[in-house]
Each structure stands twice: as structure tokens, then as C-alpha cells.
């Protein structure tokens, strides 16, 4: 996808750059994303999905809401990171029960990879940080694997797993129907590590016109 061959789906309105961005892939209805951007005005919220049939949720809710500082887009999550949002933009990634792809010939599918963690890397901003929530013990193992694997660039800030935990914002779809069903829920937030910081560089809203 580029700019100017597929445009997103989503609001008809610019990708909202402002400082700091909040990025939230594999979105859904986009539950906790819309109650997140209602708390934190001064912030600006996207959220991506491959399925429209998700997204048109979000979208009316956040029309009836009013919300100006989020935006919904369907897209493929390294489409769009490669090709929509520029280098030292995000500040937070939210990654919530990623598909699993549990069986071993499909592990190759999934999301959380070195490759990613290389491009959220170059699209994040120094000290950003990446949630992540599943309850797939294997993807969770893999994950903080990753990072510990990723040469210092990443580290594990926090983790926790167990059944009670209670969710410190509002819980996604797969979170609040997980927790329901008593399912151990692992969480990690990993942290960016910066060697020369450099300042973010921010796209002025008008050039991002096309890529509505
Ligand atoms: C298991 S659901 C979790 C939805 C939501 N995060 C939640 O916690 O309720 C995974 C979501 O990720 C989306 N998804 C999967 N692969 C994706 C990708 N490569 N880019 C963007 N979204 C993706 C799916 O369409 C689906 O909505």
C-alpha cells in the first residue's frame, strides 16, 4: 500500500501526527482505544485492522462520541507502518491478543517478530513503549524473546500473567471475554532504548492530505 495507489479506509480526514501518537494494531471495534482517546484529548490516537467489518464499529461509535484526536484505518499492520506513518512518530504501540497462529508451521504469520520490533524501531520515538496482552503463553515467551534477543534496542520494562489481574484501562473485546473465562492473561510492556537521541520529525497534517 502507498499513499497514492490505495488510499486507507477510515475517517475522511488526515492522519492525525500529532505529538505523542498512540498506535493500535489489530484494533477490532476499537473499544479500548476510543475510551483511551476520550481520557487523553492532547493525544493522538490510530487504529488499524485488516477487517472493515470491525472497524465500521469504531468509526460510528467515534462519530457519535465526537472524538477529534482519533482515526481508524484498515490496513495491514507493516503496509502501514512502512508506508503511511513516518520514521519517530509513535510514542505507544498497543498490541492486544495478536492472532496466535498456534500451530508450528504457522508460527512464521505472526505479527511480533524481529523483523517488526526492527520497523517499530525506526517508527517510534525515543523511550517509546509497546504493550502487549495475550493469552498465549508461547506468543508471550516469544515475544519478550524477541526482545530480549533484539541487541539492547528493546528491553522488558514490565510483565506479569495470572487471572485476576485487573486491567489498568479499559479492557479490549478478547481481554474483558478472555477474563470472563478465567484464562491466564500475560502482560509485558517493552521499552524502547535509545544510544543518540534524535529529535522526532513530525509531517505537517496538509501533506498527509492524500493519504486519506
Ligand atoms: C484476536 S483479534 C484481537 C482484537 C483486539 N485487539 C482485542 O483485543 O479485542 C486480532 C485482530 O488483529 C487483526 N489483525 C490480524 N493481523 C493483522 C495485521 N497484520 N494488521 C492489522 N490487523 C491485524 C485481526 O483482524 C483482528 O481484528
Not at 512464521?108 to 502487549?132: G, Q, Y
Amino acid at each position: 500500500m502507498t499513499a497514492s495507489n490505495k488510499p486507507v479506509i477510515g475517517f475522511n480526514s488526515p492522519v492525525p501526527l500529532t505529538q505523542p501518537l498512540e498506535f493500535e494494531i489489530g484494533c477490532g471495534k476499537g473499544r479500548f482505544l476510543i475510551d483511551r482517546a476520550g481520557h487523553h484529548p492532547h493525544t493522538g490516537f490510530i487504529g488499524i485492522d485488516i477487517w472493515w467489518r470491525f472497524l465500521k464499529f469504531a468509526v460510528k461509535r467515534v462519530e457519535n462520541l465526537g472524538l477529534s484526536n482519533i482515526r481508524f484505518y484498515k490496513a495491514e499492520a507493516f503496509d502501514f507502518l512502512q508506508n503511511v506513518l513516518p520514521d519517530q512518530s509513535v510514542s505507544v504501540f498497543h498490541i492486544y491478543f495478536p492472532d496466535p497462529w498456534p500451530k508450528k508451521r504457522q508460527k512464521k504469520n505472526r505479527l511480533f517478530s524481529k523483523e517488526f520490533l526492527e520497523l517499530a524501531s525506526r517508527k517510534s520515538t525515543d523511550n517509546a513503549v509497546i504493550r502487549v496482552t495475550t493469552d498465549h503463553e508461547d506468543y508471550y515467551l516469544q515475544m519478550c524473546g524477541t526482545v530480549i534477543a533484539s541487541e539492547g534496542r528493546w528491553a522488558v520494562q514490565s510483565k506479569r500473567s495470572g487471572i485476576s489481574n485487573s486491567p489498568d484501562d479499559t479492557p479490549t473485546h478478547y481481554e474483558a471475554k478472555y477474563r470472563a473465562e478465567g484464562r491466564t492473561l500475560h502482560y509485558a510492556e517493552f521499552v524502547k532504548r535509545t544510544v543518540n537521541s534524535v529529535p522526532p520529525a513530525f509531517v505537517d497534517t496538509k501533506s498527509t492530505a492524500p493519504l486519506r
